[in-house]
Structure formats: structure tokens, C-alpha cells
């Protein structure tokens, strides 16, 4: 049987927002609580996607100028009908951004290195596991790229589904790995594994479905 091509590049904010950034629009907050940056300084979101951690930089930080790069059309799409306009939004990666050196003082990513083709010296593969989410491979790449003082913590919030359709639906959007996966299979293929899903996830006495989603952070200075 020949394996399916994935495609799980964000191209769509809209899925994306429902299947992920909705998490992510709870994680953030926590992750700058924990960063503790002091106000009125100069923001930049590397792969700011649907304008999450950027939304939570304007309201918790009292940044002086705010920048989001993201390279995928969509996602900023979505950035850009979400955020103020003062914040600065530009298409492109982590190596092609529109930025003088020393133009910032804070530099933050959210759910981004495992989709850097290259993140520091030793070239992963996505395919392999997401090996950056475990706290020595994150510390490692960040020692490697000349970074001091790196810290590691675990940022986990409940994830709260009203049901089973509220579970699934998110993950028809094709946005993200699983949801890519879920989309190149044939439709016998999917209706088998939602209905594993449907018979393998606990069910609140509600009938809603409680899960713990876990982010890794990391914070170190230049």
C-alpha cells in the first residue's frame, strides 16, 4: 500500500484557528508570565501564525512597537483581521526578515521550531517525532545557536471539548499534522479512525471531553 502524502504546512488560518490557535490564544498569556520581560520594550513574533502570542504580547506586555513575521498568506490573514493595526505584520520566515540588526528587544516564537527546516545547526526531520519537544533537545539547539542562560519549562492547560463533534470537526481542517493525516486518508479510512477515536477518548459525566495539552518553553537571552 502506497504511504499517502501529508501536507500539513499551514496555509489555512481559519482551520488552523479552530484545530490549534485557540489552544494557543491560552497558552500564550502563560508563556509571558513565565518570560517576565519588563514594559515598554520592542517585540518581534517569529511565526506569529494567526496573531495568538501577538494578541497576548498587546494585551499583558506594553510593548513600545510589535512585529509579527509569518510566511503563510492565510495565517495572516487572520492575524490581521484579529490585531490592532499598530502592530506591524510582514510575510516571511526567520531568514528573511524585514529588520535591522538591534531593532528589537524581545524575540519570541509560539508552537514554530518544529517547522524550521534548519533551527540551529543540526538539520531534523518533522518526520522524526517532533524531537524538540523533549527539554534536552530544546536546551541543546538553543546552547548550539549561541544563546545564554537557557531555561526550560512546561507551560499545560485543560482543553475543554463540549462533545465528540467538538473534538473531531477541528481536525477536518487538514491544518497541523493530525488533521493532515486525517485528510489523505480514503473516507472508509476516516469514518474507522473516528470511530476509534470516538471509542478510545474519556467522557466526562456530561458527556464533554477533558484533555491536558502540554507546550514547552524556552527563554534565554543573546
Not at 94 to 99: E, K, Q, S, W
Request: glycine share 10%.
Amino acid at each position: 500500500m502506497q504511504t499517502p502524502q501529508l501536507s500539513d504546512r499551514g496555509q489555512l488560518g481559519n482551520p488552523y484557528e479552530r484545530y490549534v490557535g485557540r489552544w494557543s490564544r491560552r497558552v500564550a498569556p502563560a508563556f509571558l508570565d513565565w518570560l517576565d520581560v519588563a514594559p515598554a520594550q520592542r517585540w518581534l513574533d517569529v511565526g506569529c501564525g494567526t496573531g495568538a502570542l501577538c494578541a497576548a504580547i498587546v494585551q499583558h506586555c506594553e510593548p513600545t512597537a510589535l512585529t509579527g513575521a509569518e510566511p503563510s498568506a492565510g495565517f495572516l490573514e487572520v492575524a490581521r483581521e484579529t490585531l490592532p493595526v499598530a502592530v506591524t505584520l510582514c510575510q516571511g520566515g526567520a531568514d528573511t526578515l524585514p529588520l535591522p540588526d538591534a531593532s528589537v528587544d524581545v524575540v519570541v516564537s509560539g508552537l514554530v521550531l518544529n517547522f524550521v527546516p534548519d533551527p540551529a545547526a543540526a538539520p531534523l526531520d518533522e518526520g522524526g517525532g517532533f524531537p524538540l519537544c523533549h527539554p534536552d533537545a530544546l536546551l541543546a539547539q538553543f546552547d548550539e545557536a549561541g544563546l545564554r542562560d537557557a531555561e526550560v519549562t512546561a507551560i499545560e492547560i485543560l482543553k475543554r471539548f463540549a462533545g465528540f463533534q467538538d473534538y473531531w470537526e477541528p481536525s477536518l481542517g487538514g491544518q497541523a499534522p493530525a488533521p493532515a493525516y486525517a485528510m489523505s486518508l480514503p473516507q472508509s479510512a476516516r469514518d474507522r479512525l473516528k470511530d476509534q477515536l470516538k471509542e478510545a477518548l474519556p467522557l466526562d459525566a456530561d458527556g464533554g471531553i477533558s484533555l491536558v495539552a502540554r507546550a514547552r518553553a524556552v527563554r534565554a537571552t543573546v
